[in-house]
């Protein structure tokens, strides 16, 4: 068993009661950070509709009360962080974007000189 966040991390959730939850291994990492409702109700490897749970109404709802006994509401990244702290959080995923395409750059060059580029990997994906 882990915890699990109701509301991900990434999606302005805290590691507070109200929105913990545990959770077996395989639905945690199923689940990534998709919404917990969304979750539940698709059809991802392990979710509870794709392993024939029949009362994922009755979990959703069973959750929601449990965030609403602790009072627990989301808030997004930007009512966590200061105004200077924002503004270093987009310089940070101003430069990650920028390492991202340098990264993608290289691989196309690399690519391309060792005859792998576009054209030849599409042809050699026919050819099987």
Known sequence: MRWDHV?????????????MVPACARCDDSRRDL??????????????R?????????????????MEHFGYTSRSLQDHLTPDE??????????TKSLRE????LIRDYQVRIGMGRKSVQSRKKSR
């Open 7 to 19: 509301i991900p991390v990434n999606r302005g959730g805290e590691t507070v009661l109200g929105n």
């Open 35 to 48: 919404p917990f409702e969304e979750w539940m109700d698709s059809g991802a490897r392990h979710s509870p």
């Open 50 to 66: 794709s392993r024939g749970v029949p009362d994922i109404a009755v979990r959703k709802e069973r959750i929601r009360r449990y």
């Open 86 to 95: 924002l503004g270093r959080l987009e310089a940070i995923r101003s430069r």
């Open 102 to 105: 340098d990264i993608e750059s």
